[in-house]
Structures are given as C-alpha cells and as structure tokens.
Nanobody
Framework: QVQLVESGGGLVQPGGSLRLSCAAS????????MRWYRQAPGKERELVAV????????NYVDSVKGRFTISRDNVKNTVYLQMNSLKPEDTAVYYC?????????????WGQGTQVTVSS
C-alpha cells in the first residue's frame, strides 16, 4: 500500500522556521522525483520545490528561493522541506508528491497535506 505521510506543519511567527517531513512507503522511493506543493485558501495548488531521483538536483518557485531547501534521504525514504524566514504569504496546506515513469507508465502519489500558518 502506497503512503505519503507529511508532518511538521504548525503555527509559526513571521521570520520563523519549520521543517516539513514526508515519509514514503509502498514504492521504491529512490526511483521517484519528489515534489512539495502548497495550496492557500482560494488559490490553485502551486509547485514549491522539486528534487530529482537521478542526481538529486533541485528547483524552486521564485518566491521561496533562498528561504526553502528541499532534501531527501533514500535510506529513510523521506523527503524534507526546510522553510526559513517564513512570511504570512507562505501560509497554506503543503502536500508531498511522488512521481515516476516505470515501463512507460506514469505513477503519481500524493500525501494528505499538512497545514502551515505564518502569523503573529
């Protein structure tokens, strides 16, 4: 059974930090590109950060560059999102996503989301 379980969300003051974790099971984690998305109330889901399966290269949406860092541990089957210098506009539900193409078929899995609220 495939599972992606996010944790680490919560309430933080502006300028603070949080570290999100996403624990994966039920598939070969190391073969999947991992992504973090977020969705704020009334807005579309937005891709925040990506880390590839091949060489671990990363990419970020412009609004979080220099503040957020995505990383992965292929032994623990976990992807992380370190979020520093948080702003109120970072408030959203954050979702973990795993995607891979195996034998010509795409596989795409989602976690249930974790709430991040940045407020004083």
């Amino acid at each position: 059974q495939v599972q992606l379980v996010e944790s680490g969300g919560g309430l933080v003051q502006p300028g603070g930090s949080l570290r999100l974790s996403c624990a994966a099971s039920g598939f070969i984690f190391s073969r999947y590109t991992m992504r973090w998305y977020r969705q704020a109330p009334g807005k579309e889901r937005e891709l925040v950060a990506v880390i590839t399966s091949t060489d671990g290269s990363t990419n970020y949406v412009d609004s979080v560059k220099g503040r957020f860092t995505i990383s992965r541990d292929n032994v623990k089957n976990t992807v992380y999102l370190q979020m520093n210098s948080l702003k109120p506009e970072d408030t959203a539900v954050y979702y973990c996503n795993a995607v891979s193409r195996v034998d010509g078929r795409w596989y795409n899995y989602w976690g249930q989301g974790t709430q991040v609220t940045v407020s004083s």
